[in-house]
């Protein structure tokens, strides 16, 4: 079966700008999970939604916020970029009943 | 909460040496235990997990054993080789949380041949 598609796999805003990302998770999963990751800060959880709802959130300021369709995709959205969110973003998706996550290859975002 | 922790790195070693990452974790729950590993320029791919106690995971000859009694899931493999660098994550998740997932900070291992 297909795996978590994320897109783009690469991306490179200006400060100031909004960014979207997308992710598709694996069909039947109802659960898709937002984490960025850093060299000095590692993986950090943003939030996960399950079913269309927002079920966990992470401590990250409202500048970044998502959404899930009713298909399971998910978008992720940072407005007023900083240079500071340059990194590379991951998108888990899972049944959301435990048994795992899958992710995907990730969106590298590059604020100039 | 829920929280992992687990061996700081880096780790180098030469090809076919001995290959042991420790974890431990603290839950409020009966978490589920999982090992990922991230290669250079991709994404993490669950390498192993284990859902109760006493269960071994095992996967491309690396194994962990979930511990409750010591509250730990050390990764292990027997003989490593250089295509077995990447960075590490052990991670846990269980109900109480949502099943959310808790990662370990990550322990980079580089083999040498």
């Known amino acids: 079966k297909a795996g978590v598609t994320q897109t783009p796999r690469y991306l490179i805003k200006t400060r100031g700008q909004q960014v979207t990302l997308s992710c598709s998770p694996i069909?039947?999963?109802?659960?898709v999970s937002w984490y960025q990751q850093t060299p000095g800060q590692g993986l950090q959880f943003l939030f996960e939604y399950f079913s269309e709802t927002q079920r966990n959130k992470g401590n990250f300021p409202g500048r970044f916020s998502g959404r899930q369709f009713s298909n399971s995709r998910s978008e992720m959205n940072v407005s007023t970029l900083e240079l500071g969110d340059s990194a590379l973003y991951l998108c888990?998706?899972?049944?959301?009943?435990?048994?795992?996550?899958?992710f995907g290859s990730g969106t590298r975002l590059t604020v100039v | 909460g829920n929280s992992v922790t687990q061996m700081e790195g880096p780790v180098t070693l030469s090809e076919e040496a001995f290959l042991t990452i420790n974890c431990t974790y603290t839950?409020?729950?009966?978490?589920?235990l999982f090992w990922y590993v991230q290669y250079p320029g991709e994404g993490l791919q669950l390498l192993l997990k284990a859902t109760k106690a006493d269960d071994k995971g095992s996967n491309k000859g690396f194994e962990a054993t979930y511990r409750k009694e010591t509250t730990s899931f050390h990764l292990e493999k027997g003989s490593v080789q250089v295509s077995d660098s990447a960075v590490y994550f052990c991670a846990l998740s269980d109900r109480s949380n949502d099943y959310k997932l808790s990662f370990g900070a990550g322990t980079t291992v580089t083999v040498r041949a």
């Open positions: 839950a409020t729950g009966y978490p589920s």
């Open positions: 888990a998706s899972s049944t959301g009943q435990g048994g795992g996550y899958t």
């Open positions: 069909s039947g999963h109802r659960s």
